[in-house]
């Protein structure tokens, strides 16, 4: 059993990366705000153990063909409990058409020690499988457990794996859509698919609308690490909650605000309101990591010369008075701001200066580019278009070649045969894997950093 030491809270620093120079007449601004949490003074929390998790297995029929999978859950779920940190509030939910908390069972969380470990891992031993899949039913348990009075209550992380091997075929796009709508902010959630049997378009959009992180197991061997991994990183997390405040001034108008690494998650849609001109766009929780956000805001024109703040990031804890740590009041002992940079705009007549583009933005708008480039090319593929395929994935070996992103390049040659992959010429393979079709349409929003000069 890994004990993992409680971890201080994380510090935040902003880093904006721009070409504040607009022309003659020009009113968006680009910016990439790169945001970096460092262990540093605890941030406190009034109430409640500072974690909660919550795995959530697929027990449906098809995890028994073959029996390697449902083995390979509960041994990958026995391994993610041995990672939880003593004192982390915990459940385990056997998902088929209807959700059912096999441990502690009764609504509630237990509290990680040696006693109820080897009771959740007996637990686990009981589990077969046999049923449907609805997977908004596993979602709304888990909403309800991390809600419930007792363990858990309250805490500042709130974590779910979720892992499924087939399609949710009982139940509505709808209902998983209303589920996960209820679930949104409520807890992070990272979703894995296991074999070659499932939809990668539900299992990304889970761990999309929920800001964690989908992948692939295809062996189901994998599992076990693959689970240790993700328990171990969400108990390295420090604080929760925390959101980009963008406040702008006076008829201006965000158009939009994208996480950009380590993957493409356009958050433009989650705004909540914060103020006079300002809004909160989600991010989870934090641990020792970095992310980068790009964002864009048309500013009203303005003449040569001029120039103005054209957006304020800060880090928040929403709920809080508007005020930067060390400078002011705060709420249960937690700093509102955690910290925060500028975004500018100068009117210029100079051609140069107007013109030139953002190394940083630049970056990462041929990394969201190369995601959706693949996306396309892999439907273009399915549909039997041809031609388009070998386009749009010719352009995405381009785009990952440029940006160095070597992993989405391995990934890309499974697919394609790449003859010169700087102008982006490729054929398609006559014969594909199921397992490197579906990991490469999974991994395509996982970008690289922007090259240091």
């Known amino acids: 059993m890994a004990n993992f030491a409680k971890p201080r809270a994380p510090r935040f620093a902003v880093e904006v990366y721009q070409n504040e120079f607009l022309p003659d007449g020009g009113r968006d601004v680009h910016a990439i705000v790169t945001v970096t949490a460092s262990g540093g003074a605890s941030l406190a929390r009034a109430a409640g153990p500072d974690a909660a998790v919550v795995v959530m297995v697929d027990c449906s029929g098809s995890m028994e063909y073959p029996p390697t999978k449902m083995r390979g859950a509960r041994e990958a779920t026995a ?15 056997a998902g ?4 059912r908390d096999v441990y502690p069972g009764g609504g509630r969380l237990a509290v990680a020690d040696p006693a109820t470990r080897a009771a959740a891992k007996e637990a686990l031993r009981r589990l077969s499988a046999g049923g449907g899949t609805a997977i908004g039913t596993w979602l709304r348990l888990a909403e309800r457990l991390f809600a419930a009075d007792g363990p858990g209550t309250g805490a500042a992380i709130r974590h779910a794996i979720l892992l499924t091997d087939g399609r949710n075929e009982h139940e509505s796009p709808e209902e998983l859509a209303a589920a996960l709508a209820a679930c949104a902010g409520r807890f992070t959630c990272d979703a894995r698919g296991v074999g070659t049997d499932w939809e990668v378009k539900e299992v990304t959009a889970i761990a999309e609308a929920l800001l964690g992180r989908a992948d692939i197991v295809a062996d189901p061997a994998g599992l076990a690490a693959d689970f240790t991994g993700m328990m171990a990183a969400a108990m390295g997390k420090g604080v929760g909650d925390v959101a980009l405040r963008l406040w702008t001034p ?6 939009f605000v994208k996480q950009v690494s380590p993957t493409v998650v356009d958050l433009t849609d989650r ?14 929780s934090w641990g020792d990591e970095s992310r980068d ?8 024109a303005a003449g040569l010369g001029q120039e103005m703040l054209a957006a304020r990031v800060s880090l928040v804890v929403p709920g809080g008075p508007a005020t930067v740590p060390g400078q002011g009041a705060t709420e249960g002992g937690v700093p509102a701001v955690l910290s925060q940079g500028l975004v500018r705009a100068v ?33 273009a593929r399915k549909s039997g278009d041809f031609d388009s395929a070998t386009a749009k994935l010719g352009r995405a070996v381009q ?9 989405t390049a391995k990934l890309l040659a499974k697919v394609v045969d790449v003859v010169d992959a700087a102008t982006g010429t490729v054929r398609l ?17 996982q970008t690289v950093r922007v090259k240091k000069s």
């Open 347 to 379: 009117w210029t007549d100079d051609l140069v200066a107007s013109t030139a583009i953002s190394p940083q933005v630049a970056h990462y708008t041929g990394q969201a580019e190369l995601a959706q480039a693949i996306r396309q090319g892999l439907e």
């Open 293 to 300: 956000y790009h964002v864009c805001v048309r500013v009203p």
């Open 271 to 284: 705004r909540t309101g914060a103020g006079p001109r300002a809004g909160d766009y989600p991010t989870g």
């Open 250 to 255: 006076l008829n201006a108008e965000v158009r």
């Open 96 to 99: 088929t058409h209807k959700a």
């Open 429 to 445: 393979k006559a014969k594909v894997a199921d397992a490197d079709e579906m990991t490469l349409e999974t991994r395509s929003t």
């Open 79 to 93: 391994a993610a409990v041995d990672t939880l940190r003593d004192g982390t509030s915990f459940a385990v939910v």
């Open 399 to 407: 785009l990952a070649s440029a940006s160095g992103n070597e992993d």
